[in-house]
């Protein structure tokens, strides 16, 4: 009879191990190291097989979470995109899916500095549909002397369109976009346009050029130029960002001069909807062609929206051709607006009563 001892792994990991006897064993006995060596080597291989399959569990239990917290990531962030889209929907005013809110209809929305009297923007506005407005942000100081005579203006007039936006040069390409933000917030109108305070225009030859494109979903109308780019410091129209352009000496891409410009009611929303990720050079003019030159809009180079001052809109009034807008190119504008604008009507004027013969 033959004595040795046996061993067991139990389910917990560990060795237990008792003497037994055997009438007859079949080959050699197991020396007692060997015996202590093979319980060791038994034990490890229960507990790597035991880590194997509960890393194995914690896996496919962690893939499942995972899954589970993808999904509800994807459903959160795509619920995040659609509120996001709709809030900024809302901040502008612009409704997808063919819905609108209760916009004031118009033809044509101008941010302009005009000379009539508020009694006839009231009739223009209602017989029309062209809405003027003096656009103005506030100053530097809120509630200050320049702010508050700017708010006595409006409660007279009522012709002011007020913008959250601090005035100045360099912040004009912010106000230019929160200007097109705003509109299309309130009036529903085939055109948005914009015009400096020192250019002469004429309503009833605008009205008509404007009426030519009523049926064109993506119009960006007026003087379109390239003029260069300019890296020198200092001068004026630096435009910081030069190096985007290309190399040195390069010019930018066409765009509408921005002493007059006018855009159609779809991207005036398209404007309004991305106002938050539109990219602002330093002058308003590139800033505006930039947001435009990637889409499929119909880029219309008008050269009636830049004549001169008087004897070049003077000559082609008297030939017929009257002028949308003059101006002086030197100046930007009309120079010495204050003293000259009434002489530069005169004499390049299209008739009081134009505006009001126009059939829209």
């Given amino acids: 009879m033959s004595r040795f001892y046996a061993v067991k792994r139990s389910e917990d990991g560990v060795c237990k191990g008792k003497f037994l006897e055997v009438k007859k064993m079949r080959g050699k006995l197991l020396p007692a190291r060997a015996v202590l060596v093979l319980c060791i080597a038994s034990f490890l291989a229960g507990s790597l ?40 929907e809302n901040d502008s005013g612009y409704v997808d899916q063919g ?17 009539f009297s508020s009694g006839k923007l009231e009739r223009l506005e209602k017989e029309k549909g062209m809405v003027i407005r003096f656009v103005i942000g506030h100053s530097a100081a809120p509630g200050g ?39 299309v917030s309130i009036w529903d109108a085939d055109f948005y346009m914009k015009l400096d305070d020192d250019v002469h225009i004429n309503l009833g030859t605008l009205a008509s050029t404007l009426a030519k ?39 930018y891409f066409r765009h509408a001069t921005g002493q007059i410009y006018a855009i159609s009611r779809d991207l005036a929303n398209y404007i309004a909807v991305n106002s938050r990720i539109l990219h602002r050079y330093a002058n308003e003019d590139v800033s505006l062609g930039s947001w435009l030159i990637g889409l499929e809009v119909e880029h219309v180079d008008d050269r009636s ?56």
């Fill in 99 to 115: 819905g609108k809110k209760n916009l004031k209809k118009a033809f044509v929305v101008i941010g302009i500095n005009t000379a």
């Fill in 213 to 251: 494109y009523r049926n064109k979903p993506r119009i960006y109308i007026g003087c379109m130029k390239s003029g260069p780019v300019l890296s020198q410091k200092g001068v004026k129209y630096h435009e910081p960002e030069y190096w985007k352009f290309g190399e040195e000496g390069n010019k």
């Fill in 49 to 88: 097989f035991t880590t194997i399959r509960t890393w194995h569990n914690n896996d496919r239990h962690n893939y499942s979470n995972s899954l589970s917290e993808l999904r509800v990531s994807s459903e959160h962030g795509r619920s995040d995109l659609d509120h996001k889209r709709k809030m900024m």
């Fill in 305 to 360: 929206m830049c004549c001169g001052t008087p004897p070049d809109c003077e000559w082609k009034t008297q030939a017929g051709s009257v002028c949308v807008a003059s101006f002086d190119w030197s100046c930007s504008g009309i120079c010495k607006s204050v003293e000259r604008m009434k002489n530069v009507h005169n004499a390049c004027g299209e008739g009081e009563e134009a505006v009001w013969n126009v059939e829209l």
């Fill in 145 to 183: 002397v320049l702010d508050k005579a700017i708010d006595a203006e409006e409660a007279e007039h009522k012709d002011f369109l007020r913008l959250e936006h601090v005035e100045g040069y360099h912040e004009l390409s912010t106000k230019t976009r929160l200007y097109f933000s705003t509109v």
